[in-house]
């Protein structure tokens, strides 16, 4: 039993224009879906899709006097993040992939995905999901339509964009829009019974940047099928952001009041996956005088302004964040924001119905079941959450979402933060020396691998330029040349960018620096930079704070001591890292900026001189 391209008009509202209609019915006639869904974004279809998943055992709902309109998810073990090694640039010519990414002819890509697609929904409901990334009809914002077999996506999409029949009006209006398809890859056979996490063991996680198309087969996970977020808004936009000379970044974006002054700053920051970014703009700052307030978490979309500045867009309605870890300690405002309305992905269900993971504030209960659906005691060897376990949560809902989050223009940016998990050698704050040196400290930002993707060891270190390596949707190399550019174009307006390393360890592993809170004391010293108030010294990696000038009022356990251990910079591992670096351009070839390389020229010289 196929839907017909007669049933799909009959079911269609009025305001779906004829080329979504054309799309949809293409897409339908290959997968072939029993039926088609116009999704509207309505709290009634909220409800009625939780309501089919909790029948389906998709979902467990949780206790709704703890945790109202809340529903945990657990997927498959093999499902449980992003998977690099199946992710794909389709361009024309290789070369405009790079060497950092997986490249596939688009022509033989399209070909493997009319045979995967062909009958990849039968026995299942495609819904159409029309979207905007960026606040409805905004300057910088930008349409699209996810076709999706599943209903987790459809729910998850409704928080983590503006979904509905409003985006489908501005579509209907004549809105540009970027087509994306996606398939679990899980058929069903008539009088076949449905698993609880459809997927297909193979995956193809597409994209074509000279059409804007996204393909994606084979997992349901947030990164691979959440298709505005990483795939588009990253992926996808960051291409289009080359071409049209704007910029889709990893970033955080923060707002730091000043509350003497009334004085506002807004920061962006740069880390790899679940190396901090939810945390950091989030953050309840521990020394007085400072408010910090959340315009988003994870991508950043900025344009220059008329007064030549930088302007950063949030184009995410929500927030997927790493549960584990996160606590009322921690992270506050992400406790507060998820407390309703949110969706729970593998991590552990308490007896009672509500949710548990590692790091939480509450000590492990006597039983849980675990992110497999298995009994778990706290003498159970296996973590109860997966590390890479998530939340997806309206950004509505947090406590500090920053009064302009939906400027449609967007916030201008004062500083922009590099860091990553680095154990040794990278020291707690630093600043460029020149433009240059900013786009270099972005180009090697390296860091130690977490849970995010399923298919890198974690642990190991490895390099991330920008924190976009898995992101970067063309030539990382001639991404590098587009910030210089941007750079060149702005001036001086352009933001002066920071190396930041909440992650540094003493030889018998504890953290040299307690983060979280804490780090509003490097955005007072970032501040006070910016507005000229404290000097600096040049250091091996760039310019760094004067220990006199960094406030640690009333931080526990700190002294110079401990300054001067985040502060040890080793010329011969700083040798070793030039060469490792010198190493790992090599394979861009001489795409690789000449300025770039002057600044690997210069670090060099100051090792040589120290
Ligand atoms: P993605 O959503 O994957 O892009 O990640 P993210 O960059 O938003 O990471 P997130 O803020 O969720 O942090 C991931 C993990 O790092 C969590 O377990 C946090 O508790 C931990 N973390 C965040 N900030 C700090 C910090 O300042 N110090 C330490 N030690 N850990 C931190
Ligand atoms: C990341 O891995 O950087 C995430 C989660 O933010 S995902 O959306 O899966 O990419
Ligand atoms: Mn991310």
Redesign the pocket.
């Known amino acids: 039993m196929t839907v017909t391209a007669q049933e799909i008009r009959e079911v269609a509202p009025a305001n779906v224009p004829e080329d979504v209609l054309e799309f949809v019915t293409r897409v339908a006639e290959l997968a072939k879906p029993e039926a088609v869904y116009f999704a509207d974004g309505s709290q009634e279809e909220w409800d009625r899709l939780t309501t089919e998943m909790v029948e389906s055992g998709m979902f467990t709902r949780l206790n709704e006097e703890k945790r109202p309109n809340s529903f945990l998810a657990r997927s498959l073990p093999s499902d449980v ?2 998977v690099e090694s199946r992710t794909f640039i389709c361009s024309e010519k290789e070369e405009d992939a790079g060497p950092t990414n997986h490249w596939y002819d688009p022509t033989e890509m399209k070909k493997i995905l009319n045979e995967k697609f062909d009958g990849a929904m039968k026995g299942r409901t495609m819904y159409v999901v029309p979207f905007s990334m960026g606040p409805l009809g905004g300057p910088i914002s930008q349409l699209g339509i996810e076709l999706t077999d599943s209903p987790y996506v459809v729910c998850n999409m409704r928080i983590m964009t503006r979904m509905g029949a409003k985006a489908m009006d501005l579509i209907n209006e004549g809105g540009e829009w970027v087509p994306a398809v996606h398939s679990v890859g899980a058929p069903l056979e008539p009088g076949q019974e449905d698993t609880t996490w459809p997927c297909n063991e193979e995956k193809y996680i597409t994209h074509f940047p000279e059409t804007n198309e996204i393909w994606s087969y084979g997992s349901g ?4 099928a ?1 298709l505005g ?2 795939c588009f808004a990253l992926r996808i936009a960051s291409t289009m952001a080359k071409r049209d000379g704007w910029m889709a970044e ?1 970033m955080l974006i923060l707002r730091l009041t000043d509350e003497k002054t009334g004085k506002q700053y807004h920061v962006t920051a740069a880390f790899p ?2 190396c901090g970014k939810t945390n950091l703009a989030m953050l309840q700052p521990t020394i007085p005088g400072y408010k910090v307030e959340t315009v988003g978490d ?1 991508i950043a979309w900025m344009r220059p302004g008329p007064d030549g500045r930088l302007y950063a867009i949030n184009p995410e309605a929500g927030f ?1 964040g790493v549960a584990p870890g996160t606590s009322h300690d921690t992270n506050p405002m992400a406790m507060d924001t998820m407390d309703r309305n949110t969706i729970f992905t593998n991590v552990a269900l308490t007896d009672d119905g509500d949710v548990w993971w590692e790091g939480c504030d509450m000590p492990a209960p006597e039983h849980l079941i675990d992110w497999k659906g298995q009994d778990w005691n706290p003498d159970s060897r296996e973590k109860a959450a997966h590390p890479n376990s ?1 939340f997806t949560t309206p950004a509505a809902q947090c406590p500090i979402i920053c009064d302009d989050w939906e400027a449609p223009q967007g916030v201008p940016i004062d500083a922009i933060l590099f860091g990553g998990r680095r154990a040794t050698n990278v020291p707690l704050v630093a600043e460029q020396y020149e433009p240059a040196h900013g786009v270099y400290i972005g180009a090697s930002v390296a860091s130690e691998v977490t849970a ?2 399923t298919d890198v060891k974690a642990g190991s270190l490895r390099h991330d330029p920008f924190a976009m390596l898995p992101f970067c949707g063309y030539h990382m190399a001639d991404y590098w040349a587009h910030w210089l550019e941007m750079q060149d174009k702005l001036g001086d307006k352009f933001p002066k960018v920071y190396q930041v390393n909440w992650f540094r360890k003493d030889d018998e592993g504890n953290w040299l620096w307690p983060g979280y809170g804490e780090n509003s004391r490097v955005l007072d010293w970032i501040v006070r930079r910016a507005a000229g108030e404290v000097e600096a010294v040049e250091g091996l990696t760039g310019l760094y704070p004067k220990f006199e000038d960094f406030n640690i009022e009333g931080l526990k356990d700190f002294d110079e001591e401990t300054w001067k251990k985040l502060y040890t910079i080793d010329p011969e591992a700083w040798d070793a890292e030039a060469a490792e670096t010198e190493e790992y351009f090599k394979q861009f070839g001489d795409k690789v900026p000449a300025r770039i390389l002057e600044q690997l020229a210069k670090l060099r010289e100051r090792i040589n001189n120290a």
């Open positions: 993040a992003r996970y947030g990164g691979n959440l977020k990483k990893h996956s679940a994870d997927f998530r995010a993707a």
